[in-house]
C-alpha cells in the first residue's frame, strides 16, 4: 500500500523537458522499463547541460497525450531551462509556467507507482482554490528523487506532479 507523504500546489515553469519518447497504450510497464533500461545515455548528456540545468534536477518520467496516436507519450529525461537547445536524438516538450501539485509517496515500487497519480489527484480534489488542468500536454510526471529506493531495496519515495489551475 502507497502512503501519501507530503502535498503542495506549486507555481512551475516555463521549462523544457529534455530526453527520449516512446509512445504505447497505458500500462505499457514493459515498453516504459526498457527505456529507462537504455537511459544512462540521456542522463548522461543531459548531465553536461550544465547552464541549462533548473532546480528540478531529478529523473523524471514525462507524460503527455498523443491525439493522433491515441497513445500515452512517456519520455524519460529532464525539466530544462526553456531556452535549453536539443541534443541531436532526444526529443522535448514546452512546459509552460502553471500550476502543478506535487505529492511524494512511498511505498512498495509497484504499489507506489500504480497509486501515486490516484493519490495526488484526491489529495488537488482536496483543495479549495485549485482543480486539475489536464491536457493533451502534461498529463503527469514521475518524478524519481536520488534516494528512491531505501536500501532494503523494498520500500521507496516517488514523486508525481499533476498540472492545475485555480478554480474561477
Given at each position: 500500500?502507497?502512503?501519501?507523504?507530503?502535498?503542495e500546489?506549486?507555481?512551475?515553469?516555463?521549462?523544457k523537458?529534455?530526453?527520449?519518447?516512446?509512445?504505447?497504450?497505458?500500462?505499457?510497464?514493459?515498453?516504459?522499463?526498457?527505456?529507462?533500461?537504455?537511459?544512462?545515455?540521456?542522463?548522461?548528456?543531459?548531465?553536461?547541460?550544465?547552464?541549462?540545468?533548473?532546480?528540478?534536477?531529478?529523473?523524471?518520467?514525462?507524460?503527455?497525450?498523443?491525439?493522433?496516436?491515441?497513445?500515452?507519450?512517456?519520455?524519460?529525461?529532464r525539466?530544462?531551462?526553456?531556452?535549453?537547445?536539443?541534443?541531436?536524438?532526444?526529443?522535448?516538450?514546452?512546459?509552460?509556467?502553471?500550476?502543478?501539485?506535487?505529492?511524494?509517496?512511498?511505498?512498495?515500487?509497484?504499489?507506489?507507482?500504480?497509486?501515486?497519480?490516484?493519490?495526488?489527484?484526491?489529495?488537488?480534489?482536496?483543495?479549495?482554490?485549485?482543480?486539475?488542468?489536464w491536457?493533451?500536454?502534461?498529463?503527469?510526471?514521475?518524478?524519481?528523487?536520488?534516494?528512491?529506493?531505501?536500501?532494503?531495496?523494498?520500500?521507496?519515495?516517488?514523486?508525481?506532479?499533476?498540472?492545475?489551475?485555480?478554480?474561477?
Open positions: 500500500m502507497a502512503k501519501l507523504e507530503k502535498f500546489i506549486v507555481e512551475f515553469g516555463p521549462f523537458f529534455i530526453g527520449k519518447t516512446v509512445y504505447a497504450a497505458p500500462g505499457s510497464g514493459e515498453i516504459f522499463g526498457e527505456l529507462w533500461g537504455n537511459s544512462k545515455k540521456i542522463f548522461a548528456i543531459l548531465d553536461e547541460m550544465l547552464d541549462y540545468q533548473t532546480d528540478e534536477t531529478c529523473n523524471v518520467a514525462y507524460m503527455n497525450w498523443n491525439t493522433q496516436k491515441n497513445q500515452l507519450g512517456y519520455t524519460v529525461g525539466f530544462m531551462r526553456a531556452d535549453a537547445p536539443v541534443p541531436d536524438g532526444l526529443d522535448s516538450i514546452d512546459i509552460p509556467h502553471q500550476f502543478v501539485a506535487k505529492s511524494l509517496v512511498s511505498g512498495e515500487f509497484d504499489d507506489m507507482i500504480s497509486q501515486a497519480p490516484g493519490l495526488t489527484e484526491a489529495a488537488i480534489k482536496d483543495q479549495t482554490a485549485y482543480e486539475i488542468a491536457s493533451e500536454a502534461f498529463v503527469g510526471a514521475e518524478v524519481y528523487p536520488k534516494e528512491n529506493v531505501a536500501a532494503s531495496g523494498v520500500n521507496s519515495v516517488l514523486a508525481y506532479y499533476i498540472p492545475c489551475r485555480k478554480k474561477d
